[in-house]
């Protein structure tokens, strides 16, 4: 007779111990549910990104800006700083309606540099880099290239002081840049003119 208030206690205390199991599914239920929108989002973030990296390379065009000096047999290759990062860069742009790539060239060329010139109609190259936007994200592009002899530079243009302008060798030009294939495309292309040009005595 002594151990039964024992066991009615414990009996007593049976509901409770369910009570305290049937709040932590509950809690845990909840959490769950809370969980998965963030995953929801966090999944379509991730497909939105892989999306955006298979679309194709957006298109630039561009003007490699060259002289040659007239008392010596040597190539000088026009350079000009980003306004983003402040790279060493050729000019480049977007495509302009109604206007031919080796004019976008010649165009972009006069409003970054100050460039007159003509820029020739056949590619020179390609080459790709990311560029930054707004917000921290980069978008992959593809830059065709065209060659462009100037004839002077103008003191006034679109953007001036914007930039730091510099004629350089074409050695110092490949350096200077960052892109693989644009430092090759300077190289290859300062050598071919340079060997079709006639070595004076």
Not at 147 to 173: T, Y
Request: aromatic share 6%.
């Amino acid at each position: 007779m002594l151990h039964r208030p024992t066991l009615r206690r414990e009996v007593a205390n049976s509901p409770d111990r369910s009570a305290d199991g049937a709040q932590s599914e509950s809690s845990f239920t909840n959490q769950q549910e809370r969980f998965v929108p963030k995953l929801s989002i966090l999944n379509r973030l991730a497909s939105e990104v892989q999306l955006m990296l298979r679309r194709p390379p957006r298109q630039q065009y561009a003007a490699l800006c060259y002289r040659r000096k007239k008392k010596q047999s040597q190539l000088e290759v026009l350079l000009l700083t980003s306004r983003d990062t402040g790279r060493w860069v050729i000019p480049k742009g977007w495509p302009m309606e109604g206007k031919k790539s080796h004019a976008v060239a010649e165009r972009e060329a006069y409003e970054e540099a100050g460039v007159k010139g003509k820029a020739d109609k056949e590619v020179l190259g390609y080459y790709t880099y990311n560029k930054g936007m707004n917000g921290g994200l980069k978008v992959h592009c593809r830059v065709q290239v065209h060659a462009l002899e100037v004839q002077d530079l103008l003191k006034d243009f679109p953007e001036k002081g914007m930039r730091r302008v510099e004629w350089v060798s074409w050695e110092e030009a490949a350096a200077r840049v960052n892109e693989p294939d644009l430092k090759a495309l300077i190289s290859s292309f300062a050598l071919t003119m340079l060997n079709a040009t006639p070595q004076q005595a």
